[in-house]
């Protein structure tokens, strides 16, 4: 049983790497997440993973501070216990209330007391709410997310390191280079950003309707599964992805299909995936789209180029392919298990499987769902 982490919807990048999580707001430089990145993959399997990032972040803070406007937070282990590191308008909540930096120092070191959940986000956040049974939770990598809540697998001791805060000025300079490492674990070959051996996102509010139609009887007819409740489900789950219940040895039967999934934009927008999509800037000029046969979904891009109908969503059954339109700057794809963006072929499908990344027009979307989806002719689950 390992730690189970959501993800909580809005802006900023959610890492996990080991039982070490990290959180960066919106306002934080690209060469701050590739540090945090970085460091979080040297310490992530050590046991003290969390003091060993804490001290290495505390001693660069303490000396100077290079982006004194942005946010942060991390925790992980420290030795039976848990420690955490907040930087800007940051805060995390665990069973004393709630932790912030004070203004005058900017960031602060602390121990987390013993708690069911550890939530970090950005200053003012309310308190959190873990979801019991939620099909969510991100094993591996970075993706986009406005904070997070971890739920240990086993109930946390205090803290060995007592809280201590700097009191060093902020001031403005280069973001750190140097990434936090432990002699058994670091790994300087590794520079790529994205891990996604296993991606799944929760919200901070319930997503739209995963488990349920849009409205009864909305949905195609396919092969599901239902339980005792009458809710349908993938025919290769063994547990209701609305209410938890068993559904092994449950005979398939044809009924209304559920939402796939959804798509979780970099703004922190969740979009329900009931049917075929056409993403771009104007879909709905389009005369797929105009005819009914899809649904538009409309994208600003801060560049300029995105394109009219940029990329296609098509749903068969369980399945989805993904498709670029002949899209002038191109549609990309980080598949799950790797981290390369490769670029699609226009006008070939490709198969979109829970946890992908979609990059389109400087845009990324995130496909999240609860469903083991069928893809390249492979079994389910």
């Known amino acids: 049983m390992?730690?189970?982490?959501?993800?909580?919807?809005?802006?900023?990048?959610?890492?996990?790497?080991?039982?070490?999580?990290?959180?960066?707001?919106?306002?934080?430089?690209?060469?701050?997440?590739?540090?945090?990145?970085?460091?979080?993959?040297?310490?992530?399997?050590?046991?003290?993973?969390?003091?060993?990032?804490?001290?290495?972040?505390?001693?660069?803070?303490?000396?100077?501070?290079p982006e004194p406007d942005a946010a942060f937070g991390a925790v992980g282990p420290d030795g039976p216990g848990w420690t955490a590191i907040l930087h800007g308008p940051a805060q995390l909540w665990d069973s004393r209330g709630c932790t912030a930096p004070p203004r005058?120092?900017?960031w602060l070191r602390a121990p987390v007391a013993q708690s069911p959940v550890i939530a970090v986000g950005p200053a003012g956040s309310p308190a959190p709410r873990l979801v019991p049974h939620s099909p969510y939770d991100?094993?591996?990598?970075?993706?986009?997310?406005?904070?997070?809540?971890?739920?240990?697998?086993?109930?946390?001791?205090a803290a060995a390191s007592p809280a201590t805060a700097a009191t060093t000025p902020a001031t403005s300079g280069a973001t750190?280079?140097?990434?936090?490492?432990?002699?058994?674990?670091?790994?300087?070959?590794?520079?790529?950003?994205?891990?996604?051996?296993?991606?799944?996102?929760?919200?901070?509010?319930?997503?739209?309707?995963?488990?349920?139609?849009?409205?009864?009887?909305?949905?195609?007819?396919?092969?599901?599964?239902?339980?005792?409740?009458?809710?349908?489900?993938?025919?290769?789950?063994?547990?209701?992805?609305?209410?938890?219940?068993?559904?092994?040895?449950?005979?398939?039967?044809?009924?209304?299909?559920?939402?796939v999934g959804v798509l979780l934009?970099?703004?922190?927008?969740?979009?329900?995936?009931?049917?075929?999509?056409?993403?771009?800037?104007?879909?709905?000029?389009?005369?797929?789209?105009?005819?009914?046969r899809r649904a538009p979904l409309r994208l600003g891009s801060p560049a300029g180029n995105l394109s009219p109908a940029h990329a296609e969503i098509h749903v068969s059954g369980w399945e989805l392919r993904v498709t670029d339109r002949g899209?002038?700057?191109?549609?990309?794809?980080?598949?799950p298990g790797r981290s390369d963006w490769e670029r699609l072929t226009p006008l070939r499908p490709e198969p979109l499987e829970p946890g992908s990344h979609i990059s389109l027009g400087q845009r990324v979307l995130t496909f999240v769902s609860p469903w083991p989806l069928v893809a390249r002719g492979r079994p389910a689950g």
Do not use: M
């Open 138 to 157: 991100l094993v591996e990598g970075a993706v986009p997310g406005g904070g997070f809540l971890l739920a240990p697998r086993e109930p946390a001791a």
């Open 176 to 259: 750190p280079a140097t990434a936090a490492t432990t002699p058994a674990t670091a790994d300087s070959t590794r520079t790529d950003l994205v891990d996604l051996r296993s991606v799944a996102i929760a919200a901070s509010r319930p997503l739209p309707g995963v488990a349920e139609p849009a409205a009864p009887g909305s949905g195609p007819v396919v092969e599901v599964i239902y339980c005792h409740s009458g809710h349908p489900n993938h025919p290769a789950v063994e547990r209701c992805a609305r209410c938890n219940a068993t559904v092994t040895g449950r005979s398939p039967h044809s009924g209304h299909r559920p939402p």
């Open 104 to 106: 005058t120092a900017g």
């Open 2 to 65: 390992t730690d189970r982490l959501e993800v909580l919807v809005g802006p900023g990048t959610v890492i996990r790497h080991g039982r070490v999580v990290a959180w960066a707001g919106p306002t934080a430089s690209l060469a701050l997440v590739k540090f945090l990145d970085q460091s979080l993959r040297n310490v992530g399997p050590s046991a003290r993973g969390g003091q060993i990032l804490a001290e290495h972040i505390a001693q660069i803070l303490a000396e100077r501070d």
């Open 265 to 292: 934009a970099d703004d922190g927008t969740v979009y329900r995936v009931d049917g075929d999509l056409l993403i771009g800037s104007a879909p709905f000029d389009d005369p797929e789209v105009a005819e009914g």
């Open 327 to 335: 899209s002038a700057s191109g549609t990309h794809l980080v598949r």
